[in-house]
């Protein structure tokens, strides 16, 4: 009887991994140079245990999301899995940049990324706008940058299509005095795993 149930209890799980769900909307983007755009975001969520309950499934979005726009003319997609991708901006060059909390669900230590301060990772396209790479660490001109893109993962029965900039104002982050390190850039972020690494 009792690998009966095992049986069953394993079909089971494997049924619920093997259901996802992708979900897009568009976003209003701010920019630091005043111009607004619009950003399209792809993410995909399956079923997995919750965070400190495995036993609870219920959808996560998957690491590998899909960031797209246009800027200048130009189509940009980063495909990746830098996680909470907070702040799309555009360089004194006029290159759009996207930056991100480089420890977030660990990308620094499977990416090689030395620890830093600020503790971020700026991806920068190449000419196709198709591949990503990074610098050592971000650059002073990003310092205090606000953050301008939807971080809130809602459950996938929820998104909405579309979020304005009022749409993504109202995210509870924005207003907790303990989360500085996603409301900006900032420049003095610095991460445990840095701090005994060093």
């Given at each position: 009887m009792n690998l009966v149930k095992l049986l069953l209890i394993g079909?089971?799980?494997?049924?619920?991994?093997?259901?996802?769900?992708?979900?897009?909307?568009?976003?209003?983007?701010?920019?630091?140079?005043?111009?607004?755009?619009?950003v399209t975001k792809q993410v995909t969520y399956s079923i997995q245990g919750?965070?400190?309950?495995?036993a609870d499934m219920g959808y996560l979005p998957d690491p590998?999301?899909?960031?797209?726009?246009?800027?200048?003319?130009?189509?940009?997609?980063?495909?990746?899995?830098?996680?909470?991708?907070m702040v799309l901006a555009i360089s004194p060059d006029?290159?759009?940049?996207?930056?991100?909390?480089?420890?977030s669900k660990?990308?620094?230590i499977r990416n090689n990324y030395k620890c830093t301060k600020p503790y971020y990772v700026q991806l920068i396209p190449d000419s196709s706008g198709a591949?990503?790479?990074?610098?050592?660490?971000?650059?002073?001109?990003t310092y205090n940058l606000p953050t301008n893109l939807l971080l809130d993962r809602a459950h996938p029965s929820v998104v909405k299509s579309r979020y304005t900039v009022a749409d993504k104002s109202k995210q509870g982050f924005l207003k907790d005095p303990q989360s500085i390190?996603?409301?900006?850039?900032?420049?003095?972020?610095?991460?445990n795993n840095c701090i005994k690494a060093n």
């Amino acid at each position: 009887m009792n690998l009966v149930k095992l049986l069953l209890i394993g079909l089971t799980m494997t049924a619920l991994t093997a259901c996802s769900k992708t979900v897009r909307w568009e976003e209003e983007v701010l920019l630091n140079t005043g111009e607004t755009i619009w950003v399209t975001k792809q993410v995909t969520y399956s079923i997995q245990g919750q965070p400190g309950n495995p036993a609870d499934m219920g959808y996560l979005p998957d690491p590998i999301e899909t960031t797209s726009f246009k800027y200048g003319g130009q189509i940009y997609r980063y495909k990746g899995d830098a996680s909470e991708i907070m702040v799309l901006a555009i360089s004194p060059d006029k290159l759009p940049v996207l930056l991100a909390p480089a420890g977030s669900k660990n990308w620094g230590i499977r990416n090689n990324y030395k620890c830093t301060k600020p503790y971020y990772v700026q991806l920068i396209p190449d000419s196709s706008g198709a591949s990503w790479t990074w610098p050592e660490k971000i650059e002073p001109w990003t310092y205090n940058l606000p953050t301008n893109l939807l971080l809130d993962r809602a459950h996938p029965s929820v998104v909405k299509s579309r979020y304005t900039v009022a749409d993504k104002s109202k995210q509870g982050f924005l207003k907790d005095p303990q989360s500085i390190n996603i409301q900006k850039i900032n420049p003095e972020r610095v991460t445990n795993n840095c701090i005994k690494a060093n």
